[in-house]
Structures are given as structure tokens and as C-alpha cells.
């Protein structure tokens, strides 16, 4: 009787030395401090948010507009291998920014719709939302339409490429966002392709692209899906999903100032959660 006492008293102290270990195991929110004006850090599998800042605040996002845009053309359901004209009208009359993409090139939708994602290419997306019935206006509108049947209250799109400040949304719109991607094949597939080797057959050149985010690369982030996005109102941006540690989380990063600001932050978060 008296050793089965030891042992129950044994096995209470352990399970009462225990209990602070498990509740000390959560990340501390207040130990991680991020150079992004804006984040948000969800768990995917519980859907819990484990980090935020600042993530009802609304801010324009660049590029990461172009998730959107996918979204877009495959609800439409237009034919991937149609080939697209790249003309004048493609060309950046907002932010003038470069392309190696010329005038007069053709492209298949598909082909046009991997660059806008891998390598943010801008003259494709431009291209894509010109090509959609009804044109640009029409595909605006069905942008801001999937935006308020996602929930995202608080987003408002311009244009597809994202070059518009008014482009704008939230840390927390955007994990809405990043969910609605990832159910689509197309968009998980191209977002991971580190580079890509494209031909053009009119006029007849080729080109080699990365993708704008160095993180796909790294085998210890195993990337599902991401976006980056930068112009100077909406400074270096960053959607991500991604299992480093087997623990799989979606990231978004807002506003922050330096090229390799959201990658640093990225990996921020990776070792807060290890701690």
C-alpha cells in the first residue's frame, strides 16, 4: 500500500512539474519584434493566430495584388493555353517601371499567369486583365467582388498589377487571402517554382526568371505558396505559406523598409517559435 502511495505522489509531482513546462511552451508575442509595420503569424492547422501587429491597419500591397489577379482569371475560366498579345497597353504608365518583356510578345495564359506570380511580372498581369471580358474595368470589378465574397472587408483593388496605391488591404484580409490561393493547384505550383526558362516564339526570344522570393529555394522553409510585393508606398511586402519545423504557418508582412527586411523577419519568426 505504501509503495503504491509513493508512486501516485511520484506521479503527481511529475505531472505538477509538467504543467508550467506546457503553458511556457507557447512563443511569447512580446519576445519577437519585427521590422514589418504590419504581420500576422497563423497557425494553419488550428487556425490561431500566434503573432499580429498592427493587423487591421490598411495598407497598399503592391504585388501581392497579383494573387488576387489569379484568383480572378481562374474563376473565369478563360482557355489557359489562348495566346495573349503584349502591346502599348501593357506598358507601366504608373509607376515606369522596367520590363524585359517586349512589345509585340505572345504569350499563353498560362505562361503569362506563371511570370505575374513567380516573378511578379507586370506586363503580364497587365495583359491578363486586359484580355478578360468585358477589359480592365470589368476585371476590377470582379476583383473587389471576390474580395467581399472572401470576406475582405477592408480591401480595395484598382488594378491588377498592384503598381496603384490604392491597392490597399489588411495583414488579416490577406490570410484570407492566402487560404484562397492555396485551394487552387495553379497558383500553389507556380508560387513554388524557383525559376523558370521561358521561350517566346513571337517575335522569337527567351528569357530566364527567379522567383522574387529567396525563401522558395530553401529547402528547410518548404514554401506552399507565396507573394512578394514592393513599391515606395507600400514597402517590402511578404504572403507566405510555408512548414518550417514541421509546423506549418501562414505569414503575411506589411511595410518594411530595406530588400531584405520581410526574409529577415521571416526568419525572426522561425526562431521565435523554436524558443
Not at 505562361?111 to 478578360?132: F, G, I, K, T, V
Amino acid at each position: 500500500m505504501r509503495g503504491q502511495m509513493r508512486t501516485l505522489t511520484l506521479l503527481s509531482t511529475l505531472a505538477g512539474l509538467m504543467l508550467p513546462a506546457l503553458v511556457m511552451a507557447a512563443p511569447n508575442p512580446a519576445k519577437l519584434q519585427l521590422q514589418s509595420s504590419s504581420a500576422l503569424v497563423m497557425e494553419v492547422g488550428t487556425g490561431k493566430t500566434l503573432y499580429q501587429k498592427n493587423a487591421t491597419s490598411r495598407r497598399p500591397i503592391a504585388s501581392l495584388t497579383k494573387l488576387m489577379t489569379a484568383l480572378v482569371v481562374l474563376d473565369a475560366r478563360q482557355d489557359l493555353n489562348q495566346t495573349l498579345t503584349v502591346d502599348s497597353n501593357d506598358r507601366d504608365a504608373i509607376k515606369h517601371t522596367y520590363s524585359r518583356v517586349r512589345m509585340g510578345t505572345k504569350i499563353s495564359r498560362r505562361d503569362a499567369l506563371h511570370l505575374a506570380l513567380m516573378s511578379s511580372e507586370n506586363r503580364m498581369a497587365s495583359a491578363l486583365s486586359r484580355h478578360y471580358p468585358g477589359g480592365r474595368a470589368a476585371f476590377v470589378r470582379a476583383m473587389n467582388a471576390k474580395a467581399k465574397q472572401l470576406g475582405m472587408r477592408n480591401s480595395r483593388f484598382h488594378d491588377a498589377t498592384g503598381l496603384s496605391s490604392s491597392n490597399v488591404s489588411t495583414a488579416q484580409d490577406l490570410a484570407k487571402l492566402i487560404a484562397a490561393a492555396y485551394r487552387q493547384p495553379l497558383i500553389r505550383q507556380f508560387t513554388q517554382d524557383s525559376d523558370e526558362e521561358m521561350r517566346f516564339a513571337v517575335p522569337g526570344y527567351s528569357l530566364h526568371f527567379n522567383n522574387t522570393n529567396p525563401l522558395v529555394k530553401n529547402p528547410d522553409w518548404d514554401v506552399r505558396l507565396s507573394k512578394t510585393g514592393f513599391t515606395n508606398e507600400a514597402g517590402r511586402c511578404l504572403l507566405m505559406r510555408a512548414k518550417p519545423d514541421n509546423k506549418e504557418l501562414a505569414i503575411v508582412l506589411l511595410n518594411s523598409f530595406g530588400k531584405r527586411t520581410p526574409i529577415g523577419d521571416a526568419n525572426r519568426i522561425r526562431k521565435w517559435l523554436k524558443t
